[in-house]
């Protein structure tokens, strides 16, 4: 009887323990080595669930669910790539491994449009047409018609 009341009185502690039963049964993922690589090399490859490095590299992940590595390096478009974990008896698989990102050129910014500001000259203001010229009456060598 005593027996009986010590593991009682064991199972009830357990409970209070700040670690649950369920918590027993859980295991931690395995650390699987993922090689990153990126054409053209010396991207940031950044994992979803932490890790991340300079390609070409390899980094250690510990999951057992689908990740994303993201790729980013100046002048390039980034890239997201897929990587799906595959549990296979005895071990843990990543697909695609190694993952390797093909970088495309990003289009070059094209410059803002400034308006240029010509100096122009100012039109000139119409002449006023000359006036008709009096005939002048001295100037004349001859004499004048009447």
Same mark, same amino acid.
């Given at each position: 009887?005593r027996v009986l009341v010590i593991?009682? =009185? *064991?199972? @009830?502690?357990? *409970?209070? @323990?700040?670690?649950?039963?369920?918590?027993?049964?859980?295991?931690?993922?395995?650390?699987?080595? &993922? $090689?990153? #690589?990126? +054409?053209?090399? *010396?991207? #940031?490859? +950044?994992? @979803?669930?932490?890790?991340?490095?300079?390609?070409?590299?390899?980094?250690?992940? =510990?999951?057992?669910? @689908?990740?994303?590595?993201?790729?980013?390096?100046?002048?390039?478009?980034? $890239?997201? &790539?897929?990587?799906?974990?595959?549990? $296979?008896?005895?071990? +843990?698989?990543l697909d695609p491994n190694p993952a390797v990102a093909e &970088?495309? &050129?990003?289009?070059? =910014?094209?410059?803002?449009? /400034?308006? /240029?500001?010509?100096? /122009?000259?100012?039109?000139?203001?119409?002449?006023?047409?000359? !006036?008709?010229? !009096?005939?002048?009456? #001295?100037?004349?060598?001859?004499?004048? +018609? /009447?």
């Amino acid at each position: 009887m005593r027996v009986l009341v010590i593991v009682a =009185a *064991g199972f @009830s502690l357990a *409970g209070c @323990s700040s670690m649950s039963s369920m918590d027993i049964f859980k295991t931690t993922p395995p650390e699987v080595t &993922l $090689q990153l #690589d990126s +054409v053209p090399p *010396g991207a #940031d490859a +950044v994992t @979803s669930v932490g890790p991340g490095c300079k390609t070409p590299c390899e980094v250690k992940v =510990a999951t057992n669910e @689908s990740f994303t590595v993201t790729y980013t390096l100046p002048k390039y478009q980034p $890239q997201t &790539l897929q990587v799906t974990v595959v549990a $296979q008896p005895g071990e +843990v698989v990543l697909d695609p491994n190694p993952a390797v990102a093909e &970088l495309a &050129l990003a289009a070059p =910014a094209k410059p803002a449009k /400034r308006k /240029r500001h010509v100096a /122009r000259a100012a039109k000139p203001a119409p002449a006023a047409a000359p !006036a008709p010229a !009096a005939p002048a009456q #001295d100037a004349s060598p001859f004499p004048p +018609v /009447r």
